[in-house]
C-alpha cells in the first residue's frame, strides 16, 4: 500500500477500506470481523448507494411505526446506525431498543457508539444469531442489508418470528441487495454498481476480490421473491419505498 501508516492487516488507521487493494493468494469467504470493523463505515458508504437516504428514513419510520411501551429491534446491527437513527428520532414514550447481532466485533464497537451518543431512548445490545432471537411487543423492527447473509432456507422462518412479535400496525423495514430475473437487466445493475464502486475510489482488483470474497455468503433474491415470502408469513401489505440500482429497501405492514 502507499500510505505509510497503514495497519498490517491490510486496514487504514484513519477508518479507510483497504482490505482488498493488495492480491491475495486466497480470497476466503467474507467475515464480519475486527479488520471489517474497524473500516466499515468507510466500507458501507462507498459500496452500497442510498445507504446514507436508507438510514435517514429508517430514523423517519421509526418516528411515524413506534408504540408507546414497545420494543423496536434492529437485526444485524453492525455498529448501530439504524438504532442511532430510530434513537434519535422516536418520541413514542417507554420504548427500548434491542440491537442484535451476532459478531462480537461489531457489538463490542457498537456498544461504544452506543456509549457515546447522547440519545435518551434505552438500547439493550445483545451478541446472537437472528435465529435465536424472540420478538415480543415490537412496534418496528430492521433488517437493514441482514437477511442477505442468512441461507435462503432459513430466511422464512425468521420473518415469521418477526410477523408473530409484531404488535397489529407494526412495521418491518427490510433492506436488501438485490437480483433480476432479466438477465439483461441484472447486469446492467451490476455494471451501475461497479461503476459506482469505482466512482468511490475502490480499483477492479479491490471490486473483484470483495465479490469473490462475498460469493455463497451474500445470496441476493429478486423483489418478487421477497414480496412473496414477506406475504406468505402473513404481512397484509408490502411494497418497495426505496431503490438505487440493485439495492432496495421494503416496507412490511401487520
Known sequence: MSFDNSASDGTHKNGEDKLFASPLGEVTGFRFDQSVVEVFPDMIKRSVPGYATIISMIGNLAERYASSNSHCYDLGCSLGAATLAMRHRILASDCEIIAVDNSEAMIQRCQTVIDADSGEVPVQLVCSDLQ??????????????TLQFIHPEQRQDILANIYQGLNPGGVLILSEKVTFGDQPHDELMIELHHNFKSANGYSDLEIAQKRSALENVLIPETLDTHRQRLKDVGFASTDVWFQCFNFASLIAIK
Open 132 to 145: 435465536q432471537v424472540a420478538i415480543s411487543n415490537a412496534s418496528v423492527v430492521v433488517l437493514n442489508f
